[in-house]
């Protein structure tokens, strides 16, 4: 079945720094949608960024992701970090058109500090 | 903004006790889901639903039941809980894949 791979459970950083979180998926589906969600402490998951096509950056709130079908990646970066960063980052997959639920990765969490 | 209420926020019970966890969408969002929140685990799918009378199993369906009885309402159940069902529980809409997933603020369940 559909699944989602992020490698990082901790990324901690300096304000300032860049940051990027890796994720990869696997789903037997030609066109996944491919999601970032972030979760603030004490808050519900919402959406950061979402991408359908292949090669393509999307950006949002300063953060940007290409989705490449090649290297079934999806990494989500930021060229500064900001101590507002600090958050749970899920990647989530969708990987069937006519209406699979997003499958989300384990999770990373940012601790950006001064 | 997509508005996804939860009920209770809080819930504690004992172990082989009977739970109903209470989800309402008011956006006449077709998709509603379940999931459940652990360290180590992250965001892992219960059970969802494209419609009023529809379910489809998620990932980790074990130890749960549940139903969707109108477009609006979508409840998950525990008849046997047990320890390893402690766990932040959310409910989730939306308008179909693809498109953005509106999360309520959960449901703490601890069972002792």
């Known amino acids: 079945g559909d699944s989602v791979t992020q490698t990082e459970g901790l990324v901690t950083l300096t304000e300032g720094l860049p940051v990027m979180l890796n994720c990869t998926y696997q789903t037997i589906y030609s066109n996944p949608f491919l999601f970032w969600y972030v979760q603030h402490l004490n808050e519900s998951p919402r959406l950061l960024l979402k991408s359908f096509t292949d090669n393509k950056r999307t950006e949002h709130q300063g953060f940007h992701a290409t989705l490449h079908k090649s290297s079934s990646s999806f990494h989500l970066q930021k060229s500064s970090a900001q101590l507002s960063d600090s958050a749970l980052y899920y990647c989530a997959l969708s990987g069937y058109q006519g209406g699979r639920a997003l499958i989300f990765g384990t999770g990373t969490t940012v601790s950006v500090s001064p | 903004e997509a508005a996804v209420t939860q009920s209770p926020r809080n819930k504690v019970t004992v172990t082989g006790g009977n739970v109903t966890l209470s989800c309402r969408q008011t956006?006449?969002?077709?998709?509603m889901y379940w999931y459940r929140q652990d360290t180590g685990h992250g965001l892992r799918l219960i059970h969802y639903?494209?419609?009023?009378?529809?379910?489809q199993i998620g990932d980790v369906p074990d130890g749960y039941k549940a139903t969707r009885t109108t477009q609006e309402d979508f409840f998950l159940l525990l008849e046997l809980a047990s320890p390893s069902q402690t766990s932040l529980y959310f409910c989730a809409s939306s308008e179909g894949t693809g498109k953005e997933v509106f999360f309520g603020k959960g449901t703490r369940l601890t069972v002792v």
């Open positions: 956006n006449s969002h077709n998709y």
């Open positions: 639903s494209y419609g009023a009378g529809n379910l």
